[in-house]
């Protein structure tokens, strides 16, 4: 227990209980600040992609791509070689 314990101080730098609980109330507080809301905020949005690939279902809509489409290097010139 004690090679533990001061395994756990070399590498982890906790130097007491006080400190410990430091560390500990510091976790918490980043996941309730940081963690938590991003994962509600992560469930909201697929929710509402759902919501919306269902009314688009409901609708008869389909999804239309409207990347621009990647030119030819050969065409623009970027691509040099013989024209032979």
Same mark, same amino acid.
């Given at each position: 227990? @004690? %090679? =533990? #314990?001061?395994?756990? +101080?070399?590498? =982890? %730098?906790?130097?007491?209980?006080?400190?410990?609980? @430091?560390?500990? $109330?510091? %976790? *918490?507080? !980043?996941?309730?600040?940081? $963690? +938590?809301?991003?994962? /509600? @905020? /992560?469930q /909201? #949005?697929? @929710?509402? &992609?759902? &919501?919306a #690939?269902?009314?688009?279902?409901? +609708?008869? =809509?389909?999804? *239309?791509?409207? &990347?621009r489409? *990647? !030119?030819?290097?050969?065409?623009? %010139?970027? *691509?040099r070689?013989? #024209?032979?």
């Amino acid at each position: 227990m @004690a %090679g =533990l #314990r001061n395994t756990i +101080k070399a590498n =982890l %730098g906790f130097r007491g209980t006080q400190n410990i609980a @430091a560390w500990a $109330v510091a %976790g *918490v507080l !980043a996941y309730y600040l940081w $963690v +938590k809301p991003e994962r /509600e @905020a /992560e469930q /909201e #949005r697929k @929710a509402s &992609r759902e &919501r919306a #690939r269902l009314f688009a279902t409901e +609708k008869g =809509l389909t999804e *239309v791509d409207k &990347r621009r489409p *990647v !030119a030819d290097p050969q065409d623009t %010139g970027l *691509v040099r070689g013989s #024209r032979s």
